[in-house]
Structure formats: structure tokens, C-alpha cells
């Protein structure tokens, strides 16, 4: 077993980890744990941009930004660290630009933005209470924006000397008694267990969007950082919060950015109707996405969906009245993918979209500079920070805008990465490692290779999957979600005894994916728990037993740590608010 040192761990290699790898000054050494390249991290599948109150291209300013992100959170995000992030975003954003990502620009060379769901200005800017339009705030590279974004951050990392340890898969969080002291991790190549000894740990980890059947998310996404954090005592946030993007492809769940709504794209059902003018009368298809989602499901359960060769229904995106430049300048990523995957073409047919599990609202509490909070009050970790969608600041709340979430990588992981940089420059010190560092992980490999006979993964993840489709998805119930419960318990049971075939050590996906079912099982079972215990709707939590937002019992985030049994103990913070009551819903 190979020990490491460095002054800052981070594990995660998408937009959040690479920005914070980026603030760590010379003198400091830092090393980025990733279980794929750093350039296939989730990051580069975003596709919309990344919004800032530019002004490019029509009057905006981060107040409206603010609003309309409080607002779309459902009133659950907290204002203090909203106001920080819109705030933050202008600058943020140009950093980007003068590292050299390479936006779309206007005529006259600016940075160019686009409209995108729930981002609005006043039609009257003198009165708040005025009508609001749909106003141009994010910012895009055609519809590769993470992608780029991406390329850009690790070409910087590069340039500051961080080290990366691709294809290493974080296995522990080394925490006690309030500190974080390094991770273990198996090298994938190998077989071998490390253990990193570090003054300061980030997770950058991402989501957990493969407890979901239909998910844009790539399959690294199986909530290791939720678990790893969670496993070792500390709390995670809002976890009963996912949301559903409404433009998933048809059956595969990959990603239609809202992009394509942004440049003019219309959802139809099989009447060919616009039935988003009977939902979001003022902004129809830039809707918030949890309101467009539920109203595509409506659509299909009140029979205008269109049924598919599977027998499942759907909706078209039809992108069929844009101009041709639009198509291929703006958006010829998403009518590749729907020529590629389904065999439609854009330009002459609607494209088959269904809401797909998209992003996780919820996560590893932190600060606004990314310090993990130790319990639902305002206890610190020492040394140990987050950032991305692994964390919950919360600037989301229930519900998350389309082009905050890369908004949100950018500014907190700059944020977290001047804390840490900080933290480091006041001497910060090694913690001592704990006496068995890596035993677990050794111990965990070596019992389930052992197995010849058991249950193997993937019918337990499938079964997983559908699970929470049918009974934790869009629209929810307490009878469905405590018929998860239950059969999540059977799931974990069957777990115990895993076996896989692959009893060898070089790059084992076998024992990689049986470790990454844990994770999958103990996130869902939070989720579930967090869910069926809410009893209100609001933004991507929606009760059909509750139908109504209930501000008097439940304005306060849900925290879920592991009691002495294993079970989540759930506790509460109220939420943040400075300006703004919350106030009814309405688009």
C-alpha cells in the first residue's frame, strides 16, 4: 500500500475541481483524483452555457439574476449565498474568458448570451412587481459550452502545476473528531490501494443521477462523494431534491439542452398544440424545469402524448421554423445527437423527448467558501471543502435554473479554492493519519473477490433504477415512496452478499461497479427517506398527497446523518432570507 502526501487533495475533475486546483498558489502542492481522464468528467456534457448578467445584449443586472434564482428555487435556496453567487458571475465569467475559453461572440465581438428558463428581467425596470420577460443572460460556446469549459480549466491546472491521478477510485474519506486527514483510493490500472495524506481535502464529485433509470448523467455519476462523506459521519442537504430535465432524448435520457428552447425550439404534444401557453402563459417553453417537466408528464397522462415502438409515450421538440444558421451554429451538438441516436431529422421533424433525471439540488452542506459544515448548525469540518454538485451551499433549493448549475461550479470552486489557499498560507499542518488508513478498502476487496456465489450487480441496479423511476420520479406519493423504502431494504440485504466474476486486479470494472452500487443503494436510501418525510410540494419534490407548498412547516433544509444503526437521523436549518418573502409561483 503506496502512501502520498500533498498539501491539497482534490478528488473530482470537472468544472468545480479543476477551478478550485487553479487559485492554489506556487509553493503549495496539490493533486486532483479522478476515476476517468479529467476530460471525460460530466462537466463537458453541459451543453447551454453559463449565465452572468452581462448585459450584452439587453439591459440585466445580478439583483434580476438573484431574484429569478430565488424565485426558481422554490423559495428553499438561501438568499445570503444566491446574492454571492449572482454577484460573483460577471467576474467569474470573464476570468474564464481571459484564461482563453472560447465563447460565441456578437457582431461587435462581446460575449454572446441567449435566453434560458426562468431567467427574466422586469418589463418596467423601476417596478419589481412589473410583468418579466425572458432576458439574454447566458453565456455559451454553441451548445459545447462545459466542454470547453472543461479543456480551458484543465489547461490551466496544467499550467499550475497540479498533478493528476487519473483513474483513481476514492474508496474512504479519512476523517475523525472533526478533521479531515487525506482518502484511499484504488489505483484502476492496478489493483493497489493508496492512501493521500493532505493539510486540506476537496470533493468535487459530482451527482448521483444513476440511481435513476432515464438520466442524462454519464455513468461515473453513483453519488461516491455523498456516500464517502456520509459514511463517515457527517450530514448531507436537501437530498429528496432532484431534478428533472424536460428534454431528455426518448428512451436514452441524453441531454437536449435548453438551449434549444433558448434559440426558439417549441414543445408539442400529438395535437401539434403548444401546450406550454396553458402552464407558463408569460415565458410558455422557458418555464422554470420543474414546471416543464410536470407538465410534459401531465400532457401524457391526459393522453396527448405520443406512443412510442416501446410502448412509452413522448413529446416533440420540434426545431423545424429556425433558421438553418441557428441549427448548425448554435445547436448542431443536440440535432446530431437526436440524427445519431433516434434517426430523425430536426429540420424536418419533431424531435421524441421525454424528462430525464438530471441534477441533484442537494449534497455535502457547505459555506459560500466551501467549507463542509460539521451538522445542521454552524459547526466547520477543519480542512475538508466542497464545491459542484456534490455540494449544497444552497443556491438551488428545490429547484436549480438552466446555466446556474456551471455558474455555480465556477464561482464556489474559485471560492473554495481562495479558502483553501488561505487556510494553507496560515500553516496549516498534516493531521495525523488514522492508525488503519486503507484496511477498510483492502478488507471490502478482498470480501467480496472471495465470493464465489451471491448476487451479482447489475439485475440489483436495474431493479434500482426502475425502483425509484416509478416511486420516486417527477410525481411522488407516500404510499410508492414507502414501498421504495421497503424494497430498498431487500435491496440492500441482497447486496451484502455481491459477487462478481472478475476476481483479477488489473482495471476491474466488475469490482469498481459493485463497490459503486453501495453508493447508489445508501444514496437512495437517503433520498427516500428525505422525500417520504417532506410533506409539501415544492420544485423538484412533488407530492401528489401534498399538493401544496407549505412555508409554515417546511421552509428549512433537510440534514441526514447516520445514526448509531445505520438509518438517517433527520435534522433542519431554517433557510436564508434577506429581500425576498417568499410569494406564490407563477410564470
Given at each position: 500500500?503506496?502512501?502520498?502526501?500533498?498539501?491539497?487533495?482534490?478528488?473530482?475533475?470537472?468544472?468545480?475541481?479543476?477551478?478550485?486546483?487553479?487559485?492554489?498558489?506556487?509553493?503549495?502542492?496539490?493533486?486532483?483524483?479522478?476515476?476517468?481522464?479529467?476530460?471525460?468528467?460530466?462537466?463537458?456534457?453541459?451543453?447551454?452555457?453559463?449565465?452572468?448578467?452581462?448585459?450584452?445584449?439587453?439591459?440585466?443586472?445580478?439583483?434580476?439574476?438573484?431574484?429569478?434564482?430565488?424565485?426558481?428555487?422554490?423559495?428553499?435556496?438561501?438568499?445570503?449565498?444566491?446574492e454571492v453567487m449572482c454577484n460573483d458571475a460577471p467576474r467569474a465569467v470573464i476570468e474564464l474568458e481571459h484564461m482563453g475559453m472560447p465563447f460565441s461572440r456578437t457582431d461587435e465581438g462581446k460575449i454572446a448570451q441567449r435566453r434560458f428558463g426562468g431567467h427574466t428581467r422586469p418589463v418596467d425596470p423601476s417596478d419589481p412587481d412589473s410583468k418579466r420577460v425572458a432576458v439574454m443572460r447566458s453565456c455559451y460556446s454553441a451548445d459545447r459550452t462545459g466542454h470547453t469549459m472543461l479543456h480551458t480549466l484543465y489547461e490551466n491546472?496544467?499550467?499550475?502545476?497540479?498533478?493528476?491521478?487519473?483513474?483513481?477510485?476514492?474508496?474512504?474519506?479519512?476523517?475523525?473528531?472533526?478533521?479531515?486527514?487525506?482518502?484511499?483510493?484504488?489505483?484502476i490500472l492496478t489493483g493497489e490501494v493508496h492512501v493521500f495524506h493532505a493539510k486540506a481535502v476537496m470533493f468535487a464529485t459530482g451527482g448521483d443521477g444513476r440511481i435513476w433509470r432515464i438520466t442524462s448523467?454519464?455513468?461515473?455519476?453513483?453519488?461516491d462523494g455523498f456516500m464517502l462523506a456520509y459514511n463517515a459521519g457527517l450530514p448531507l442537504e436537501d437530498m429528496e431534491f432532484m431534478q428533472f430535465h424536460p428534454t431528455g432524448l426518448w428512451k436514452l435520457g441524453i441531454l437536449v439542452s435548453e438551449a434549444a428552447r433558448g434559440e426558439g425550439g417549441i414543445l408539442r404534444n400529438k395535437d401539434g398544440e403548444r401546450f406550454m401557453e396553458r402552464y407558463a402563459p408569460t415565458v410558455k417553453d422557458l418555464a422554470p424545469r420543474d414546471m416543464v417537466s410536470r407538465a410534459i408528464i401531465q400532457e401524457i397522462r391526459e393522453g396527448r402524448g405520443i406512443r412510442g415502438s416501446d410502448g412509452t409515450d413522448y413529446i416533440l421538440l420540434d426545431l423545424t421554423h429556425l433558421d438553418i444558421k441557428i441549427?448548425?451554429?448554435?445547436?448542431?451538438?443536440?440535432?446530431?445527437?437526436?440524427?445519431?441516436?433516434?434517426?430523425?431529422?430536426?429540420t424536418k421533424e419533431g424531435v421524441p423527448i421525454q424528462p430525464t433525471a438530471h441534477y441533484v439540488m442537494g449534497g455535502i452542506p457547505t459555506d459560500v467558501d466551501g467549507r463542509v459544515r460539521l451538522d445542521h448548525k454552524d459547526g466547520i469540518v477543519k480542512g475538508f471543502y466542497a464545491a459542484g454538485e456534490?455540494?449544497?451551499?444552497?443556491?438551488?433549493?428545490?429547484?436549480?435554473?438552466?446555466?446556474?448549475?456551471?455558474?455555480?461550479?465556477?464561482?464556489?470552486?474559485?471560492?473554495?479554492?481562495?479558502?483553501?489557499?488561505?487556510?494553507?498560507?496560515?500553516?496549516?499542518?498534516?493531521?495525523?493519519?488514522?492508525?488503519?488508513?486503507?484496511?477498510?478498502t483492502k478488507a471490502k476487496i478482498a470480501e467480496i473477490k472471495s465470493r464465489t456465489t451471491g448476487n451479482k450487480p447489475a439485475p440489483l441496479r436495474t431493479e434500482l433504477q426502475q425502483m425509484m423511476m416509478d416511486d420516486c420520479g417527477i410525481f411522488r406519493d407516500?404510499?410508492?415512496?414507502?414501498?421504495?423504502?421497503?424494497?430498498?431494504?431487500?435491496?440492500?440485504?441482497?447486496?451484502?452478499?455481491?459477487?462478481?466474476?472478475?476476481?483479477?486486479?488489473?482495471?476491474?470494472?466488475?469490482?469498481?461497479?459493485?463497490?459503486?452500487?453501495?453508493?447508489?443503494?445508501?444514496?437512495?436510501?437517503?433520498?427516500?427517506?428525505?422525500?417520504?418525510?417532506?410533506?409539501?410540494?415544492?420544485?423538484?419534490?412533488?407530492?401528489?398527497?401534498?399538493?401544496?407548498?407549505?412555508?409554515?412547516?417546511w421552509l428549512k433544509h433537510t440534514f441526514a446523518s447516520k445514526d448509531g444503526e445505520g438509518k438517517p437521523k433527520l435534522e433542519y436549518r431554517p433557510v436564508a432570507i434577506t429581500k425576498y418573502q417568499p410569494k406564490k409561483r407563477v410564470y
Open positions: 500500500m503506496t502512501t502520498h502526501q500533498f498539501d491539497l487533495i482534490i478528488v473530482g475533475a470537472g468544472g468545480a475541481g479543476l477551478r478550485a486546483a487553479v487559485e492554489i498558489p506556487a509553493g503549495f502542492t496539490c493533486a486532483v483524483l479522478t476515476k476517468v481522464h479529467p476530460l471525460r468528467s460530466h462537466t463537458g456534457a453541459a451543453q447551454g452555457g453559463v449565465c452572468a448578467a452581462l448585459g450584452n445584449l439587453e439591459e440585466d443586472n445580478p439583483e434580476w439574476h438573484a431574484f429569478d434564482t430565488i424565485k426558481g428555487s422554490d423559495y428553499l435556496g438561501d438568499q445570503d449565498a444566491i491546472s496544467l499550467k499550475n502545476n497540479v498533478r493528476f491521478f487519473s483513474e483513481f477510485f476514492v474508496t474512504e474519506l479519512l476523517y475523525a473528531d472533526g478533521v479531515a486527514s487525506g482518502v484511499v483510493a484504488i489505483e448523467n454519464a455513468h461515473v455519476g453513483t453519488g441549427i448548425t451554429e448554435k445547436i448542431p451538438e443536440i440535432v446530431g445527437f437526436a440524427r445519431t441516436y433516434l434517426g430523425v431529422e430536426p456534490c455540494a449544497c451551499v444552497s443556491v438551488h433549493g428545490a429547484n436549480r435554473l438552466g446555466t446556474n448549475s456551471l455558474l455555480d461550479l465556477i464561482v464556489f470552486g474559485r471560492r473554495g479554492g481562495k479558502a483553501i489557499a488561505e487556510y494553507l498560507k496560515l500553516g496549516a499542518e498534516y493531521p495525523k493519519l488514522p492508525a488503519n488508513a486503507g484496511e477498510a407516500a404510499k410508492g415512496l414507502q414501498s421504495a423504502l421497503n424494497r430498498i431494504g431487500e435491496l440492500r440485504e441482497k447486496y451484502k452478499t455481491v459477487v462478481i466474476d472478475d476476481k483479477g486486479s488489473q482495471f476491474n470494472t466488475d469490482l469498481l461497479e459493485a463497490i459503486e452500487l453501495g453508493n447508489l443503494l445508501d444514496t437512495a436510501h437517503v433520498t427516500l427517506e428525505c422525500a417520504l418525510n417532506r410533506t409539501e410540494s415544492r420544485g423538484g419534490h412533488s407530492r401528489e398527497d401534498f399538493p401544496d407548498r407549505d412555508d409554515h412547516n
